[in-house]
């Protein structure tokens, strides 16, 4: 069993950054790659980024991609996702996720999560 535990959300202005952390412990060589969702209101979960523990693995949704970075360190088994130029459409809880298989970004094949972390963007 991963545990996983997000940090860093919070409310910010539209444009502005945050980052957010996800510190992983238990079984942790168990997994494979890591990575983010998130949920806005009404909405169903949708994918955000996801990252290999070598890195050597990196995939973004469209909507993200060229604001956002996914990054990963192995000393301290914590993923990141940095976050820039944020949009008030980028509201949501945002969740840490792990997989043991490679490459896949279906919520459904992620096997361990975190409690979420709300990001709020204020237009």
């Known amino acids: 069993q991963v545990q996983l535990v997000e940090s860093g959300g919070g409310l910010v202005q539209a444009g502005g950054s945050l980052r957010l952390s996800c510190a992983a412990s238990?079984?942790?060589?168990?997994?494979?790659?890591m990575g983010w969702f998130r949920q806005a209101p009404g909405k169903e979960r949708e994918f955000v980024a996801a990252?290999?523990?070598?890195?050597?693995?990196?995939y973004y949704a469209a909507s993200v991609k060229g604001r956002f970075t996914i990054s990963s360190d192995n000393a301290k088994n914590t993923v990141y996702l940095q976050m820039n130029s944020l949009k008030a459409e980028d509201t949501a809880v945002y969740y840490c996720?792990?997989?043991?298989?490679?490459?896949?970004?279906?919520?459904?094949?992620?096997?361990?999560w975190g409690q979420g972390t709300q990001v709020t963007v204020s237009s």
């Open positions: 996720a792990a997989q043991e298989k490679p490459g896949s970004i279906l919520s459904g094949d992620f096997t361990s």
């Open positions: 990252i290999t523990w070598s890195g050597n693995w990196i």
């Open positions: 238990g079984r942790t060589f168990s997994t494979y790659s």
